[in-house]
């Protein structure tokens, strides 16, 4: 059974950081794209970032470049989202999703998905 499991979501305060971690089982991260999306209540689920199947290529979205960072450690069969500098709009549950063979991460396309993290960013 194809499972992602997220943790590592909880409240923070503006400004503070936190890293979620997805974790596969039952099938080996390497040959997927994995991405990173949220949706925050009354919203529709919207793209965070990606990494790439083949060869790492990482992407972010607009309003999270240059605070936000994705990585993957094979070994650990582990996806990692680290968020720095968070603001108040960056509240929402945040879900890993996983694509194989694919070098993008499309919302529609993925096949296998995390039942996601919730993070709040509030004072």
């Known amino acids: 059974q194809l499972q992602l499991v997220e943790s590592g979501g909880g409240l923070v305060q503006p400004g503070g950081s936190l890293r979620l971690s997805c974790a596969a089982s039952?099938?080996?991260?390497?040959?997927?794209?994995i991405g990173w999306f949220r949706q925050a209540p009354g919203k529709e689920r919207e793209g965070v970032s990606c990494?790439?199947?083949?060869?790492?290529?990482?992407f972010y979205a607009d309003s999270v470049k240059g605070r936000f960072t994705i990585s993957r450690d094979n070994a650990r069969n582990t996806v990692y989202l680290q968020m720095n500098s968070l603001k108040p709009e960056d509240t929402a549950v945040y879900l890993c999703?996983?694509?194989?063979?694919?070098?993008?991460?499309?919302?529609?396309?993925?096949?296998?998905w995390g039942k996601g993290t919730p993070v709040t960013v509030s004072s």
């Open positions: 039952g099938f080996t991260l390497d040959y997927y794209a």
């Open positions: 990494i790439s199947s083949s060869d790492g290529s990482t």
């Open positions: 999703a996983a694509a194989r063979g694919s070098y993008y991460c499309i919302l529609h396309g993925m096949d296998v």
